[in-house]
């Protein structure tokens, strides 16, 4: 298996531009997530979805930021307008649910920066 | 919700010694906790976990254990190795938010 597939891999975009980012998850994961992660603030988690519905997305920053999951192999995060402080490395991680958790495999992750 | 503490932030050892860093977490319904390695540029990757009903599981020269009445598990790496060098995160999976928190990350550094 590839793993879990995002791209791109670095994007640079002007403030007040949409930026989109995509997710392939790995094969049968039914469990896909989306995290930030910034020296300050760390690894935070951003919104997750259990067989394509979003079941938490306490995480997501405000109403810029939007995430959809049209089926089992592919999920998008977009940024509409972005600004400077969404600079950041976005991860998209998959893993198999079930009654017990299991690993989350993370993607290569993107490295966006708004100037 | 949860709330997973991580410490020291940043450690620094020498070749061959012991390196130990520590995770408190607040909400008795957690009961999964692995534990993330992230090298420079790279993506966090699973290099050991526990679950509640253990309370510690070795693996090489990784161990962690778990203490679940302090609410709080370790990370244990012996014989330290530079390649050992990177950020490690804790983190843990709470069953009624039904979400994994992690820590704020510890930065090991192996010196040869």
Known sequence: ?115 | GENVEQHPSTLSVQEGDSAVIKCTYSDSASNYFPWYKQELGKRPQLIIDIRSNVGEKKDQRIAVTLNKTAKHFSLHITETQPEDSAVYFCAAWNTGFQKLVFGTGTRLLVSP
Not at chain 1, 71 to 97: H, M, W
């Open chain 1, 1 to 115: 298996d590839a793993g879990v597939i995002q791209s791109p891999r670095h994007e640079v975009t002007e403030m007040g531009q949409e930026v989109t980012l995509r997710c392939k998850p790995i094969s049968g994961h039914d469990y896909l997530f989306w995290y930030r992660q910034t020296m300050m603030r760390g690894l935070e988690l951003l919104i997750y979805f259990n067989n394509n519905v979003p079941i938490d997305d306490s995480g997501m920053p405000e109403d810029r930021f939007s995430a959809k999951m049209p089926n089992a192999s592919f999920s998008t995060l977009k940024i509409q307008p972005s600004e400077p402080r969404d600079s950041a490395v976005y991860f998209c991680a998959s893993s198999l649910g079930g009654v017990s958790y299991n690993e989350q495999f993370f993607g290569p992750g993107t490295r966006l920066t708004v100037l």
